[in-house]
């Protein structure tokens, strides 16, 4: 069973969540926003949410329910987001916009 984990839109070809949208999505974060706006509705979401806006997690909580993490922690969102795939039992996780083009999370 696969899943994909959106993290950000960042070099990320839109016609992927098209193709791919038969598939399951876990979103990250921001991810979970970009999943929503492309009418996808994750599996699950994770994150501390602090880069979305406050109109945004609104938005967010209205199509899914989720339990944010606490804003100090020691993993990553993408950390957390790839432990809770496991523990769903997706055996073939693939991520996209990891990066979000910051240095520090590559």
Known sequence: MRVNLL???????EHI????????WIGVDRGTIELIKHDIKPVAAIG?????SD????QIIHHIDID???KEKD??????????AVELGYEEIRIYGATGGRLDHF
């Open 17 to 24: 969540l098209q193709d791919e949208k038969h598939i399951d």
């Open 68 to 70: 944010p993490v606490n």
């Open 75 to 84: 993993d990553t969102d993408l950390a957390l987001a790839v432990n809770l």
């Open 55 to 58: 109109e945004e997690y609104q």
């Open 7 to 13: 993290c950000s839109m960042r070099h990320i070809n």
């Open 48 to 52: 501390d949410f602090d880069s979305v």
